[in-house]
């Protein structure tokens, strides 16, 4: 049986979230997350899953990172060019 943990909130600038939950069963390191909040619920749903916790801490450091890792400002951008 898979227990699921509440996730731990590192940093919440909106519309993004970033979050650790538990360990990762695989190595025992953390399960870093990044969520983004779900435009028609309101409610956060993951985005990216994190390789490691440096990727993490970037991600929290430098907002421009976060939004290259984001598959949706990926597309609008894409389209304007």
């Known amino acids: 049986m898979k227990v699921t943990k509440k ?14 939950v538990g360990k990762l069963e695989t190595n025992g390191m953390p399960d870093c997350r ?8 309101g409610r956060y749903r993951d985005m990216y899953l994190c390789d490691n916790e440096m ?12 939004c290259w890792l984001d598959p949706m400002v990926f597309l609008l951008m894409s389209k304007t060019r």
């Open 7 to 20: 996730p731990t909130v590192l940093l919440e600038r909106f519309p993004y979230r970033y979050i650790q």
């Open 34 to 41: 990044i969520q983004k909040v779900d435009s028609y619920t």
């Open 55 to 66: 990727q993490l801490m970037t991600a929290m450091e430098d907002h421009d990172y976060t």
